[in-house]
């Protein structure tokens, strides 16, 4: 079974930072693209980065490039996102995911991210 836990979210002034990480077990990790995924309170689900399952692609939303870097381990099974220069924008629940050929659409619980002051 695919399991992904997220950690890492938190309150944060505008301007910190936060390291995101998310656990992944059940599937073979170095074969799959990972991705982040935010829903910000009262609205709908944005896409934020999607990284190529050997790392060597990445991309990003237009609105976190060069604030946010996304990387993972495959030796460890753990995708991570570096946010930095947090906005008051950038509160959302994040969520990792993955997908693809051979493997059902799945998703983990959320870690809450608050950018205020």
């Known amino acids: 079974e695919v399991q992904l836990v997220e950690s890492g979210g938190g309150l944060v002034q505008p301007g910190g930072s936060l390291t995101l990480s998310c656990a992944a077990s059940g599937f073979v990790f170095s074969a799959f693209y990972m991705t982040w995924v935010r829903q910000a309170p009262g609205k709908g689900l944005e896409w934020v980065s999607t990284?190529?399952?050997?790392?060597?692609?990445?991309v990003y939303l237009d609105s976190v490039k060069g604030r946010f870097t996304i990387s993972r381990d495959n030796t460890k099974n753990t995708l991570h996102l570096q946010m930095n220069s947090l906005k008051s924008e950038d509160t959302a629940v994040y969520y990792c995911?993955?997908?693809?050929?051979?493997?059902?659409?799945?998703w983990g619980q959320g870690t809450q991210v608050i950018v205020s002051s």
């Open positions: 990284i190529k399952s050997d790392g060597g692609s990445i």
């Open positions: 995911n993955v997908n693809g050929e051979g493997i059902k659409d799945s």
